[in-house]
């Protein structure tokens, strides 16, 4: 996905199983991701939402933004690898980003942020 603006951003509403194995070099070129955008976006993960990258080879995130001003809520369960040691989200970028794991939201993996990244945690990170 690309970049929204700060007026009209993008939204991505994730209610099902998005799955990738982490091919190729993405529409960045930042490894083989399995969602990635630019700036300006929101990501809402409901509590029935997945997402899951089974590769993880080559550096292959979860998620990868890009951009700044960028808010990932998650309600629902991500995970890196078949094993969950990969990367949930990374840092190709170096703009803001807010990470909410809301209650009962499940995350399996690293979260590699710079330190102009903000984390909120109101459950847990396994």
């Known amino acids: ?14 209610g099902g199983t998005v799955q990738g194995a982490g091919i190729g070099i993405g529409l960045y070129n930042t490894g083989p991701n399995v969602i990635e955008f630019g700036g300006n976006t929101v990501v809402n993960i409901k509590s029935t939402g997945r997402i899951i990258q089974t590769g993880g080879a080559n550096n292959g995130e979860t998620f990868n933004p890009t951009g700044g001003n960028n808010t990932i809520n998650n309600y629902g369960s991500i995970r890196a690898s078949t094993q969950g040691t990969g990367t949930v989200v990374g840092n190709s970028g170096n703009g803001r980003i807010v990470f ?15 330190t102009t990244r903000l984390i909120r945690q109101s459950d847990h990170i396994i």
Do not use: D, E, F, Q
């Not at 996905?1 to 994730?14: A, K, L, Q, Y």
């Open 1 to 14: 996905m690309g970049t929204g603006t700060s007026s009209n951003p993008n939204v991505m509403n994730i």
């Open 100 to 114: 909410t794991n809301n209650k009962g939201a499940v995350v399996r993996g690293n979260i590699a942020l710079t």
